[in-house]
């Protein structure tokens, strides 16, 4: 995994909050749109291509500072997840990446939701889970 270099952090932190006003704004959907992902309900993670997916370096430092604001964005519900998969989806949205949500019954009669990105059919923004999916210009993820 890259490690954030700061300017990325920053510009981390801008994106959080422009995906945080968008999505007060416009709802999911569009922010979806705006930040370059499809919308998609459900659970598909592992069926798409599994071929390589060769990350520039500025979007492997991108993703590094993605993924450590996410970690401590203020804002929104605990988790963020569908926060940091707008971000995310920014930063790869020449990948022609497709955010998913879903939702299942919780307790006392709630929902409860997780959202995640993916890119060629592979979870993205699972914690953790840009250096394993995702790949740096010096290697690369697929058979």
């Known amino acids: 995994m890259t ?8 510009q981390a932190v801008v994106l959080f909050f422009v995906v945080e006003a968008a999505l007060r704004a416009v709802g999911t ?14 659970d598909s993670v592992g069926t798409g291509n599994h071929g390589a997916l060769l990350l520039t370096s ?17 804002f929104g519900p605990p988790g963020g997840c569908l926060r940091e ?5 920014h930063v790869l949205r ?10 299942e019954p919780g307790q006392r009669g709630t929902l409860a939701a997780h959202a995640w990105l993916e890119v060629a059919g592979v979870a993205a923004t699972d914690r953790g889970t840009f ?13």
Request: net charge positive; glycine share 8%.
């Open 29 to 42: 959907r569009r922010a979806a749109r705006w930040f370059g992902a499809r919308f998609e309900s459900g």
């Open 3 to 10: 490690r954030a270099r700061p300017f990325a952090i920053v």
């Open 85 to 89: 998969s707008l971000a995310a989806a």
């Open 94 to 103: 020449r990948h022609e990446p497709c955010i998913r949500v879903a939702v």
């Open 58 to 74: 500025r979007e492997s430092n991108s993703l590094a500072g993605v993924e450590l604001v996410a970690r401590r964005w203020p």
């Open 131 to 143: 250096g394993s999916v995702l790949s740096s210009p010096a290697r690369h993820v697929g058979p």
